[in-house]
């Protein structure tokens, strides 16, 4: 078993005498002895209890993150985190045995800038002592279900920023801690032990699965995080514990409980330490039952607690004193106070051969009848504006190391990265992107995301004017997919600078809201491009309300290099245009007769049922591949609670009444627009549900853009819309979901892979988290569906596939929100949501390819920012560059930039991704490398270091705890300086110093 020391650049001399930390005070001051060396001594011959203080505090929920910190609003909760905070530092500096763990690091980052240099001394001392420990470490505890895997990283990393920051090595987090997040998933496991953790706890799970691993004495065990990756960089030791994240009954001393305390005054007629020690004791050892070794973990905290923590330390130090004293009389229990990462230690140190599981923990059921299969789909918009700030964001950060100082400080103001940082890091939270806030919570969410957008529009407006040497009045629509946007749709002519975030060049298409009729559009080089008018729809008009007033969307086709950005210039003319629209069924039937409409480009073709205007088949016509599929609106009832359980359908749980959906309409009237650069069918099922089928001249798949809402609830039942495809395919029950947007898995209909489910929701009980797609194929044909936002979906039965995407409900499900889903939308009506699922048909063997290099370009899209007024040089007599490109070379299609960021005045972050999976492409799913001094062009590589995934150990130094477990040797990183090899879903991370020209 290895035991790593502090890590570091420390020598192992110096880390096995006094473990010397980055972060140790001043001269004078005691060295530092954090890490395992600062565990507590346990008892091999007993049973040892590892009490861990601990608090749960949620960045978001019932309250916002200002009333949570506050301590405001408390006829809502009682919950005020900087009194946790300052209540706890006093105990633990009165007594040196004490310990206490935190996690949610935008709290603490908060409370710390509040402090007085004696007091941050004072917790500096704490931490250098291992009495004070950091585990998890993020801004936020994560969702699992909902959250992409870019944005995870990132609210990882700004949290290890700043504990790395403040406290040096003593600060970094051994040990992953997710207590409260509904379910898990398997690139969770994987991200965690890329990030140098050496083991992951958790609170929930499924009650079937843990009854299960209670009977075996499996709670604990090792999670194999990639199917691709090389064992063991993504094998995580886990455990489950034993009360979800609360102590033990009867044995909950917070200002928030109500059990008794210890009384130990003899005299007393409540004296009850006999009592209590006896009942702690029986505890343990039935706790020991269900875990390997003579370790076990008591979590002595929960929901905001310790806000007064005498009350907990006070009994938790008579509970100490009084069942170890039982060890004179033959008791067998040793407790004391403890962190994660000493139980973590000692159950590493007992050397025994560990189970292996390779799939995931959703979903997750608290009882029968009881799935969170609801949130993988509440508050869609939130969904959404979430996955586009972290879109903005990428781009944010890449023109500040583009740049550099002119994109903070320029003519347009300060421009500022780390609101949206911080707002992103909290949005992440298991209670935010997750939809199960309260709505005055989800807005204030929206709110923070709102001013991190603000600050970053003055840093690309300040990016870009210097880079294309020219200033003009920058505006930024963010409303285009409504055509929505103001500033264009009255003026007779604009720019256009489209940004592209990708290492590789795109061709996008623009749809822009305009009043005019007729418009002349010119590339980069001034040369002329086809474009089309097309008017704005009425299931537009009416989405947007008065938010907009364009007529006519002009839709044309730009070219973008990679890493860089184009400018084309768009004129008004007088003269009316030709819009070819075409309303079916029509007298001038273009599709040639017979029962169906077709919209088709070269390498799709798509037939609609002359009868219903359904969908009725999609043709790959590169393949000759030809598949009948009918796509359609349906609605599941919600359940309020029937004869078998009272659950109800709400935030967070999925229960239909019944499993059968209800189409919303048998028939979709449509209508056909066709144009030289798109064709599509607007199809309109209810007055609040409508689709656009739309197909661009060369993509090689099919746009489905639906608009749903506000879900009528005026019959009294909540409703819960899903759009499914129906196909001949024989699937045999099973279907592939994403895990956060990477690695896929593949899902079995009422069937666990490593425990027997008693399936009580044939529906609800087989819906899986989708951040980013899911498919279903048979031996041949792969039907493949991209979403825009984490959703929840399924395969019900063989050949279908579907995707919850929308929700509105009239029962909360009594998981503590104690408030309906019913958001009330823009004007108070209910909420209306637009999206989009691109839908490919291809072969099994080739759709990864297709799909990989999509969803990658769907989260990074490419951002459209125009330029209206006047335009000036930035320096005199400069002219506009309206062409250009960071890159020297594109990255090979199978490697993306995941992340180019700044991280200090002197360094920039860098991470690089092979986006294809082991055996998923013959050609892509090889090792590729690329040099980095071959690869950017807007500045000079000056300096490279390897770090870990979340940039706070360098890679040469990370050494995690090793666990006995069936496993393979992980092969050698090539590295050579600047030549940089990646294997099939690795991401590589780098600390480069740059020289801009």
């Known amino acids: 078993m290895s035991a790593p020391g502090c890590g570091g650049s420390a020598s192992p001399l110096l880390c096995l005498l006094c473990l010397l930390c980055p972060g140790a005070l001043g001269d004078g001051e005691p060295n530092p002895s954090c890490g395992y060396q600062a565990c507590p001594a346990v008892n091999p011959k007993m049973l040892n209890v590892h009490l861990v203080p601990h608090t749960h505090d949620d960045v978001g929920w019932l309250k916002t993150v200002d009333q949570y910190y506050y301590g405001g609003r408390m006829e809502i909760q009682r919950a005020g985190v900087q009194y946790i905070l300052d209540s706890v ?324 103001g300060e421009g500022n990265s780390a609101v949206l940082k911080r707002a992103m890091g909290v949005a992440q939270h298991h209670d935010a992107v997750s939809g199960t806030e309260r709505q005055h919570v989800a807005d204030d969410y929206a709110k923070r995301l709102a001013k991190g957008w603000d600050g970053c529009q003055v840093l690309i407006s300040n990016a870009l004017s210097y880079l294309s040497r020219s200033k003009q009045d920058f505006a930024f629509c963010n409303n285009l997919n409504i055509s929505v946007c103001p500033y264009i749709e009255e003026i007779s002519n604009f720019t256009v600078t489209l940004y592209n975030p990708l290492a590789r060049s795109v061709r996008t298409y623009l749809r822009l809201p305009v009043n005019g009729t007729n418009y002349i559009v010119t590339d980069p080089e001034g040369s002329s491009v086809l474009n089309q008018l097309v008017p704005v729809s009425n299931f537009t008009v009416a989405v947007r309300q008065d938010r907009g007033f364009a007529v006519n969307e002009l839709v044309f086709e730009a070219w973008v290099p990679p890493l860089g950005f184009s400018t084309y210039r768009v004129l008004r003319k007088p003269a009316d245009s030709v819009i070819h629209r075409v309303v079916w069924p029509s007298a001038d039937d273009q599709d040639g007769g017979g029962d169906v409409m077709v919209i088709e480009n070269d390498y799709v073709r798509v037939l609609f049922d002359k009868i219903t205007g359904l969908i009725s088949a999609i043709e790959n016509r590169h393949k000759n591949l030809s598949l009948p599929i009918t796509q359609s609106f349906y609605w599941y009832s919600a359940s309020g609670g029937d004869r078998l359980s009272s659950q109800a359908s709400g935030a967070y749980i999925f229960r239909p009444n019944n499993d059968m959906p209800t189409a919303l309409a048998k028939e979709a009237s449509v209508y056909k627009v066709e144009t030289e650069l798109f064709q599509e069918v607007y199809q309109n099922f209810t007055p609040w549900c409508s689709q656009v089928v739309r197909l661009y001249q060369k993509q090689k798949f099919v746009e489905l853009e639906w608009t749903v809402g506000p879900i009528p609830v005026n019959d009294l039942i909540g409703k819960e819309i899903i759009s499914r495809f129906d196909t001949p395919l024989n699937t045999a029950g099973i279907f592939y979901t994403d895990s956060n947007g990477r690695e896929i898995l593949k899902r079995r209909r009422n069937y666990r892979p490593t425990w027997q489910l008693n399936q009580t929701e044939p529906v609800a009980g087989n819906y899986y988290p989708v951040n980013s797609r899911i498919y279903v194929k048979d031996e041949k044909t792969q039907l493949t569906v991209l979403t825009d936002r984490s959703q929840g979906g399924s395969s019900v039965t063989d050949g279908s596939l579907e995707l919850m995407v929308h929700r509105r409900l009239l029962h909360d499900d009594h998981r503590g929100l104690d408030e309906p889903l019913s958001e009330p939308g823009y004007d108070g009506k209910g909420l209306v949501v637009r999206g989009k699922h691109l839908v490919f048909l291809d072969t099994a063997d080739d759709s990864a390819e297709l799909h990989r290099i999509q969803a990658e370009a769907e989260i990074m899209a490419t951002l459209a920012i125009v330029g209206v007024g006047p335009e000036a040089p930035y320096y005199h007599s400069q002219p506009r560059i309206t062409e250009f490109t960071a890159l020297k070379e594109e990255l090979p299609r199978n490697i993306h930039l995941l992340s180019l960021a700044q991280w200090d005045n002197e360094t920039v972050v860098l991470r690089l991704e092979h986006q294809f999976e082991v055996g998923e492409s013959q050609v892509y799913s090889k090792p590729q490398t690329v040099n980095l001094s071959r690869l950017f062009s807007a500045f000079e590589i000056t300096s490279v270091e390897e770090m870990s995934l979340g940039f706070n150990q360098r890679r040469k130094d990370m050494s995690r705890l090793t666990w006995n477990s069936v496993q393979e040797t992980e092969g050698p990183r090539p590295f050579s300086v600047y030549s940089v090899t990646l294997r099939p879903m690795e991401i590589r991370t780098f600390r480069i110093s740059v020289r801009h020209g």
């Open 89 to 412: 530092i006093d105990q633990l500096q009165a007594d040196p045995s004490k310990r206490f763990i935190y996690v949610e690091i935008a709290f603490f980052y908060r409370w710390w800038k509040q402090q007085t240099e004696a007091v941050k001394k004072v917790v500096t001392q704490l931490v250098n002592e291992g009495r004070l420990e950091f585990v998890n470490g993020g801004w936020c505890m994560n969702d699992e279900a909902t959250t992409h895997y870019s944005s995870i990283i990132d609210q990882m990393t700004l949290g290890f920023q700043f504990l790395n920051d403040t406290f040096g090595e003593c600060g970094r987090p051994r040990v992953a801690w997710h207590i409260d997040p509904f379910g898990h998933s398997r690139e969770q496991a994987s991200l965690f032990a890329q990030m140098g953790f050496d083991g992951f706890f958790f609170g929930r799970l499924d009650y079937q699965d843990k009854s299960a691993r209670e009977s075996s004495r499996e709670m604990e065990l090792v999670w194999r995080g990639s199917a691709s990756l090389p064992q063991p960089s993504a094998d995580l030791f886990t455990g489950v514990l034993p009360n979800g994240y609360n102590p033990p009954l009867m044995l909950c001393w917070d200002v928030l409980c109500s059990d008794e305390p210890i009384k130990d005054d003899k005299d007393l007629d409540e004296y009850n330490v006999d009592e209590v020690v006896s009942y702690f004791l029986r505890t343990a050892h039935d706790q020991a039952k269900h875990y390997k070794t003579n370790q076990i973990i008591m979590t002595m905290g929960s929901d905001f607690q310790y806000q007064d923590a005498n009350m907990w330390y006070k009994n938790l130090d008579k509970l100490i004193k009084y069942v170890n004293a039982a060890q004179t009389f033959g008791g067998d229990v040793n407790v004391f106070y403890s962190t994660p990462s000493c139980y973590l230690y000692e159950l590493n140190k007992a050397n025994l051969t560990w189970s292996v599981k390779t799939d995931d923990f959703f979903p997750y059921a608290d009882g029968p009848y009881q799935f969170w299969t609801g949130f993988y789909t509440s508050r869609p918009a939130l969904k959404r504006y979430e996955r586009m700030s972290n879109n903005f964001l990428q781009v944010c950060n890449q023109l500040e190391v583009l740049a550099s100082t002119p994109a903070r400080h320029g003519p347009y």
